[in-house]
């Protein structure tokens, strides 16, 4: 049998992919070497979001009596919890299973090879089985960066997948990195009591992000207890004890648990990629607009690419890869790409940043609220804050929002299309918003 397509890879572009070939009547294969959903569904996205809110719940318990509801002595089951986590997951991974097969792709589980790319075919091994397809494309995802600090394959540190499955709260957790992931388990270690301590090495906390509204949320971080050690490097660690650096002095942290988390890269080995000579970009694959490699009948999707190592990203791509496969000339919009830190509260942003834009040397203008000025927000967040910040183009048009403030993660969809559509701000200042919601914080910005 010959497969019109081909897929290495189960996470959120690999099962976005298989589906749509599926029912768009294309003979489909998926492979996945561990569970379907992949990093996102088994060891990312959803676990952290769920401990994050069952995290939120705790926190909103605590300060019950804020909004005149009193909880005597509230507490947690940190079993609990992650027992909960991992029930989440299994029913998400099986309606994963249910789509599949609604869709009538062939899942097999096991590790998959690229055994030789001709022209027109492609041999992929596995499971001691080979298979024949006229199309492939990889997804194989990413995995944790590991640098070469002294003495640390020497300590028994965490990565997301540790910390996820952990069963008991460290008094103390050093965290190295103050990335997305690095500060959503800063978050959520906090709230259940944890001293957290954050070193980074940059100048601020979550590279990318608008740059004042990370600080803003940093701010709101120290506030709660988080310690952070900003333009500092890691020196070693060993035992209990992490040696850092900054201008020249050394200073040694103790701490009970060390969480590594600066950043990720993409899988480029365990299926034979050298078979198919594909070119490179950056730390992965080159792609065209399409999603093709450098060979016609290859396509790549999510963290692969190096680009964008983002969930959402990685859907629309194969979205846009299958599409090809099928005969559209759509391409891939990277314009209005949302990043989101489940924190509390949370950050969220979408289109350029004000250092963007400097870079680029585009001229704008910024347009910035607190979030108190929505109703909403204040009935709902008592005594808490946030920002609004909009920027436009000299001739008014959204280039980019940046929300710091619960629920700025729902909030953030509005801005993005509005972006993705070339909108003006006196254009989605027209459109009528609900009242009271947080999202008329856009209109009163505007």
């Known amino acids: 049998m010959i497969y019109d397509l081909a897929i290495i890879g189960g996470g959120p572009a690999g099962y976005t992919a298989a589906e749509l070939a599926g029912e768009k009547g294309l003979k489909t294969i998926l492979f996945e070497k561990s569970t379907l959903g992949g990093v996102c569904l088994n060891e990312g996205c959803i676990p952290t979001k769920t401990l994050l809110y069952s995290a939120k719940v ?11 509801i009193f909880c005597d002595n509230p507490t947690y089951d940190l079993s609990k919890i992650i027992a909960r986590k991992n029930k989440v997951v299994r029913k998400l991974v099986a309606g994963i299973r249910a789509k599949m097969t609604n869709a009538e792709v062939e899942t097999v589980i096991g590790s998959a090879e690229i055994k030789s790319v001709n022209d027109n ?13 006229k199309k492939l494309l990889l997804c194989t995802g990413s995995e944790s960066i590991v640098p070469p600090i002294q003495g640390i394959t020497e300590v028994d540190f965490w990565t997301n997948r540790e910390a996820l499955d952990n069963k008991e709260v460290p008094e103390t957790l050093v965290i190295i990195g103050g990335g997305v992931i690095g500060i959503e388990f800063a978050s959520f270690f906090n709230t259940l009591g944890t001293k957290v301590t954050v070193i980074e090495m940059m100048n601020e906390i979550l590279s990318g992000m608008d740059k004042e509204l990370s600080s803003f949320l940093r701010s ?13 490097k890691v020196i ?13 002095e050394k200073q040694v942290l103790q701490s009970e648990k060390i969480l590594l988390s600066v950043g990720r890269k993409p899988v480029l080995t365990g299926f034979r990629l050298e078979n198919a000579n ?3 970009w950056k730390n992965g694959l080159k792609v065209n607009e399409f999603m093709q490699t450098s060979h016609p009948n290859i396509y790549a999707c999510g963290d692969i690419t190096g680009f964008s190592l983002l969930a959402h990203t990685a859907v629309s791509e ?18 209005a790409i949302p990043g989101v830190i489940y924190t509390n509260p949370e ?13 680029e040397q585009v001229k704008y203008n910024v347009k910035k609220l607190p979030m108190t000025y929505s109703g909403r927000f204040v009935a709902e967040n008592e005594q808490g804050n946030g920002i609004c910040k909009i920027i436009e183009s000299e ?3 959204i280039l980019g929002v940046h929300i710091v403030g619960n629920p700025a993660s729902e909030i953030i969809v509005i801005a993005g299309m509005a972006i993705e559509k070339g909108m003006k701000c006196e254009e989605l200042k027209a459109m009528i918003f609900p009242h009271p919601t947080v999202g008329e914080i856009l209109k009163e910005t505007l």
Do not use: P, R, W
């Open 58 to 68: 705790y926190n909103t318990a605590k300060d019950a009596s804020k909004y005149g």
């Open 220 to 232: 709101e971080l120290t506030k709660k207890g988080i310690e952070f050690h900003l333009n500092t």
């Open 395 to 397: 001739d008014g048009t």
């Open 278 to 280: 594909l070119e490179k």
């Open 347 to 359: 950050f969220a942003g979408v289109g350029k940043t004000e250092e963007a834009l400097q870079l």
């Open 318 to 335: 194969a979205e846009i890869a299958v599409k090809h496969i099928l005969g559209s000339e759509q391409k891939m919009s990277y314009k």
């Open 121 to 133: 075919s492609i041999e992929i091994s596995c499971n001691e089985q080979t298979y024949s397809v």
């Open 236 to 248: 070693s660690v060993k035992n209990s004890q992490v040696e850092i650096e900054k201008e020249g």
